[in-house]
């Protein structure tokens, strides 16, 4: 089954703007984790938001959590070029277990 | 900041031939996972690993992968008779606690290409 479906695929914004993109998820979550991969690189984890949890900040960026939709979405505020990147959402679907499940990404350019 | 090391950072190999993939995670972590990256795929989880044993594998882990930490410090994915679907970036990554609501933090990688 397919867990963690971003949209856009792909973002293009200028400098100054808000960036949101979305994940859809199918099965019940544990909890909902947002990445950040730029080119080459490996992910860095940036946000983590509990199933029972519907809104979490971290600086400039702002997640929601829609279980009854099986939905949530990253802000980023304020963009700048550094934030070019792309965007993963990733759940984890057991109590006990870890394994993460990644969607396909949404690829964001910010330009100045 | 302490950061999860790959090595090497490439790898190409032909097929048919056994590959180790090397993994250093952050020192005080007890929990390590490999992932793979096929190109333009999502990243799918391959393996977690805890108290020197496998705690969870996917469908894609199969007796062709083993892993193995065979010091204090590595951890080492092993693909025993390469083929060319096994061309990917893969990921290692690593977790202070099994709990489920802790960040897995990921190295940058090593891509691998059978040829």
């Known amino acids: 089954s397919q867990q963690g479906e971003e949209d856009p695929q792909a973002l293009s914004i200028q400098e100054g703007e808000n960036a949101t993109m979305n994940c859809s998820y199918k099965t019940s979550i544990n909890n909902l984790q947002w990445y950040r991969q730029n080119s080459g690189r490996g992910l860095v984890h940036l946000i983590l938001i509990r199933s029972n949890e519907r809104e979490k900040h971290s600086g400039r960026l702002r997640v929601t959590l829609d279980t009854s939709k099986k939905s949530s979405s990253l802000l980023i505020t304020a963009s700048r070029a550094a934030d070019t990147a792309s965007y993963f959402c990733a759940s984890t679907v057991n109590q006990a277990g870890t394994a993460l499940i990644f969607g396909k990404g949404t690829t964001l350019s910010v330009s100045s | 900041e302490p950061e999860v090391t790959q090595t090497p950072s490439h790898q190409v190999t032909q097929m048919g031939q056994e590959v180790i993939l090397r993994c250093v995670p952050i020192s005080n972590h007890l929990y390590f996972y490999w992932y793979r990256q096929i190109l333009g795929q999502k990243v799918e989880f391959l393996v977690s690993f805890y108290n020197n044993e496998i705690s969870e594998k996917s469908e894609i882990f199969d007796d062709q992968f083993s892993v193995e930490r065979p010091d204090g410090s590595n951890f080492t994915l092993k693909i025993r008779s390469t083929k060319l679907e096994d061309s990917a970036m893969y990921f290692c990554?690593?977790?202070?606690?099994?709990?489920?609501?802790?960040?897995?933090?990921f190295g940058d990688g090593t891509r691998l290409s059978i040829l």
């Open positions: 990554a690593s977790s202070g606690d099994r709990g489920s609501n802790q960040p897995q933090h």
